[in-house]
């Protein structure tokens, strides 16, 4: 078996996404090990705390620490992913999407706004405001918006979710005026593992608006974990949560 590259992994502490790069690493032929980016002392003309190693990724927590990090490695000839010129990049937003796009990357329409005229222009090519009143004591209610070329059937898309979340157990694609409380809301799932979600097409905005609702103490937390732990030990998934929602709320 061929010997693996090390790979020291610079930070100034270790997240799960660290753990999870180093217990993948083996499969690839990799070998990182996390170095206190504190301890490093950059700057030596040998670098002796990157000895035996060898690249460097960066994965500080901050731009400037991480670029100052990668810009000391690099003038000291350490192969270093993330470098200094990336996180540079990665900090300017602008530049990040020009980058993105000229690598053939989809990246979202934005502007950069310099004058009041052209927030003006900005708020009526880009921007479409809904407000929402939810009168609960607790849940989630997130809305999301989707650009599309093409028209939509209101009829075709209602179809389209109840297809594809058929056979989930605990998401309810529900339609707006099925109940006499207009749907998703919070209310509707409190204390239940549900979330329910509809999906609208704006007509006037041009773009299609989906919104979903949950109870974020049952399915955003205790409910999720005992869904998943039911998944993981080959138990029906809906064990222990058939439970319906309280209402009123």
Not at 19 to 36: C, D, M, Q, S
Not at 151 to 163: G, I, M, P, S, W
């Amino acid at each position: 078996m061929p010997p693996s590259v090390a790979v020291a992994v610079a930070a100034d502490r270790i997240g799960w996404e660290e753990r999870r790069l180093i217990a993948v690493a083996p499969a690839f032929g990799l070998r990182l090990e996390w170095v206190n980016d504190e301890s490093m002392c950059l700057g030596h003309p040998r670098v002796p705390s990157l000895e035996g190693y060898d690249a460097l990724l960066v994965r500080s927590r901050s731009y400037t620490r991480g670029g100052l990090i990668a810009t000391l490695a690099e003038a000291a000839a350490v192969r270093t992913l993330n470098t200094a010129r990336a996180i540079g990049i990665c900090q300017n937003k602008a530049a990040l999407r020009t980058v993105l796009r000229s690598a053939g990357i989809p990246v979202a329409d934005f502007r950069l706004v310099l004058s009041r005229r052209d927030f003006e222009r900005c708020l009526t090519e880009l921007l479409t405001m809904s407000a929402y009143g939810v009168p609960t004591v607790r849940g989630l209610l997130a809305s999301l918006y989707v650009f599309t070329d093409r028209a939509v059937d209101r009829r075709e898309l209602e179809r389209a979710y109840l297809r594809f979340y058929r056979g989930h157990p605990f998401v309810r694609a529900r339609r707006h005026t099925e109940t006499r409380i207009p749907v998703p809301d919070p209310q509707a799932v409190l204390g239940s593992n549900f979330c329910d979600v509809s999906a609208f097409v704006d007509e006037d905005g041009g773009h299609l608006v989906v919104l979903a609702a949950l109870d974020n103490l049952v399915k955003g937390a205790a409910g999720q974990a005992v869904q998943a732990a039911n998944r993981r030990f080959g138990l029906p998934e809906e064990t222990g949560l058939t439970m319906q929602p309280v209402m009123p709320a």
